[in-house]
């Protein structure tokens, strides 16, 4: 196995932190995720879940769309323009690979999974991690403080017991 070599996670925050930004100055709308796939949802499974009127904006000239397009791409970018090889893999880590099934169907069940729930558990918080904990704490929103604080203690707490439970 070759040597991963990773960006530094202060570039990813000024990058983060800069997009946030200009989103907002350029077209006054605070940045989020869960509500891109909401749209998507709301767009393709047409349920009653997805009718909020977030959800209901269509066509390309939805900006959500475009966001969800660049995350994958940017991801793609970033992996071509580092070092050392580029491979795919559901590999997270050693200490994720020790408590993940080793079966690559099960391991992309279980992350399948996992993002539904995830998915779900933002609907139901009224956004997601990058809604509520960048541009919602940016902006000294309290419900998003109180958010961004459950789902790092959720996070916190979910990890402890699946390596103290599996690993």
């Not at 069940?109 to 990058?130: D, E, Q, Y």
């Amino acid at each position: 196995m070759t040597d991963v070599i990773v960006w530094p996670g202060w570039v990813g925050g000024i990058a983060v932190g800069l997009y946030a930004l200009a989103q907002l100055l350029v077209s006054g709308q605070q940045l989020g995720v869960s509500s891109g796939f909401g749209s998507i949802c709301g767009a393709c499974l047409r349920l009653p879940f997805f009718r909020h009127e977030k959800f209901l904006e269509r066509g390309t000239s939805s900006w959500r769309l475009w966001f969800l397009v660049g995350l994958p791409l940017g991801g793609l970018i970033a992996a071509l323009t580092s070092p050392g090889a580029l491979t795919a893999s559901f590999s997270l880590g050693p200490m994720y690979d020790a408590v993940l099934p080793s079966a690559v169907w099960a391991k992309g069940l279980v992350l399948i999974v996992g993002g539904v729930l995830m998915g779900v558990g933002a609907r139901m918080a009224g956004g997601c991690t990058s809604g509520h904990a960048i541009a919602g704490m940016s902006l000294l929103n309290w419900p998003s403080i109180v958010a961004a604080a459950g789902f790092f203690v959720g996070g916190i707490a979910a990890v402890q017991v699946l390596f103290r439970v599996f690993g």
